[in-house]
């Protein structure tokens, strides 16, 4: 079991930017995929950028420049700095963490999401 904890969303004007943390707790959260994935109103749950269990990190095209997903194993926490930002980012964006390491399989447990609005 692991347990996510999110943190560093907020209100934020066009063109700024934002950095989002996820602290995980349990087993092993070295070992888990990790992720960011947003939940626009009105829109379904999606992948932002993803870092496997051995470091390599993916985006999705919209945010590919603009996003940097990290992890850092000792401090057990995940981030997702956001920069160059548009009303199109703003959603509720929830950290992931699947113990299929390399991929995110579904089976994995959620964080309670944390706010980002763009907006002048």
């Known amino acids: 079991q692991i347990y996510l904890v999110e943190s560093g969303g907020g209100l934020v004007q066009p063109g700024g930017s934002l950095g989002l943390s996820c602290a995980a707790s349990g087993n092993e959260p070295r070992r888990y995929y990790l992720g960011w994935y947003r939940e626009a109103p009105g829109k379904q749950r999606g992948l932002v950028a993803g870092?496997?269990?051995?470091?390599?990190?993916h985006y999705i095209d919209s945010v590919k420049g603009r996003f940097t997903i990290s992890r850092d194993n000792a401090k057990n926490t995940i981030y997702l700095q956001m920069s160059s930002l548009k009303p199109e980012d703003t959603a509720v964006y929830y950290c992931?963490?699947?113990?299929?390491?390399?991929?995110?399989?579904?089976?994995?447990?959620w964080g309670q999401g944390t706010q980002v609005t763009i907006s002048s």
């Open positions: 870092v496997t269990s051995d470091g390599r990190t």
């Open positions: 992931y963490a699947d113990p299929a390491g390399y991929y995110a399989s579904g089976r994995g447990s």
